[in-house]
């Protein structure tokens, strides 16, 4: 329980020095997985700038990150990924 309020904290503190963008509340939301998963697929640079930077503060193993690029491409990049 108290690890899971640190981690929070430690989220809403990284994302509170970035700009607010229409995204940040889908953001914030995302990273509430990120003790659940091993991989993070994302086109969104913001978002893996947040998984790293909450890396050295995380009291459990985070997901590795992985950027993928917007649009078409990216989605068929997902795919080969995921095949």
Known sequence: MASEVLRKRTIARIIKFRTVTPGSPGDTQLST????TDLVITADKALLDILEKCRPYAPCPLPKGELVPA???GVSQLITKLS
């Not at 997985?33 to 659940?36: A, S």
């Open 71 to 73: 649009g078409a491409a």
């Open 33 to 36: 997985y990120f003790t659940e």
